[in-house]
């Protein structure tokens, strides 16, 4: 049994670029932001595991060369709630034979969303943006709202930084937040990280955020939204 090591995220750059290759590269990490520095890994002459620790449960990350190696990796895993993602155009193949011998339970099917033309859907209501007085609260409905599984729940101290940067439109009833989208900017790119619309929101309150994130889209000159489903 090889032994699980706390290694920098460079390190485990350094680590992938040393693999020794058999077939086609396996990963699921392309370079995304993690939400931590150090983690948790696993490795061998042609695959390496990292676990980047979130709330309540670790996320897994792989790079590989040999799938039945992958497999003998991740069967060494801690016993403790793990989570995985995978990205593929095509059926993935390999990694169901992969997650079939693994004991992972295939928990949910996301599609990817694109739009590149916001001037269908603008909107010429007022944005209204989350302020920090709403952080608490809104934090509190995003846990609720949201499964840890599948959802990526921002952190306390990320959600304020989203605030901070008038990355939240809200929706309010009676000053209270009844629905929230959260994006990141990245570029000429922009990704939806949350969007919800409570039973109590305005109505068509999820159409009303979309189509003002949209306006606030095309103002700022960004290309193009991604978001899943």
Not at 21 to 41: E, I, V, W
Not at 64 to 89: A, F, G, R
Not at 156 to 178: D, H, S
Request: hydrophobic fraction near 35%; proline fraction near 2%.
């Amino acid at each position: 049994m090889l032994a699980i090591n706390t290694s920098s995220l460079e390190t485990i750059k350094t680590q992938i670029k040393g693999l020794k290759s058999d077939n086609r590269l396996l990963t699921n990490y392309y370079g995304q932001q993690l939400n931590n520095s150090f983690l948790r890994t696993i490795h061998s002459e042609k695959s390496i595991l990292f676990l980047d620790e979130d709330i309540g449960l670790h996320r897994l990350y792989f790079r590989s060369t040999n799938i039945s190696d992958l497999v003998d990796l991740v069967e060494q895993l801690p016993n403790t709630p793990i989570t995985m993602e995978y990205i593929s155009k095509t059926e993935p193949v390999e990694i169901t034979q992969m997650i079939s011998q693994s004991h992972f339970i295939h928990y949910a099917t996301f599609e990817r969303i694109t739009n590149y033309d916001y001037a269908k859907y603008k909107s010429n209501d007022e944005i209204v943006y989350g302020t920090l007085k709403d952080l608490d609260h809104l934090y509190k409905n995003i846990c609720n709202d949201f499964d840890k599984y599948i959802d990526h729940i921002p952190s306390y101290e990320t959600l304020k930084e989203f605030i901070t940067r008038k990355g939240v439109l809200v929706n309010k009833f009676k000053k209270q937040v009844t629905g929230y989208l959260i994006f990141e900017i990245q570029k000429k790119k922009s990704f939806i990280r949350s969007w919800f619309s409570s039973k109590k929101d305005i109505p068509m309150g999820g159409m009303v955020l979309l189509c003002k994130y949209h306006s606030l889209m095309d103002e700022m000159a960004i290309n193009s939204t991604y978001g899943w489903v």
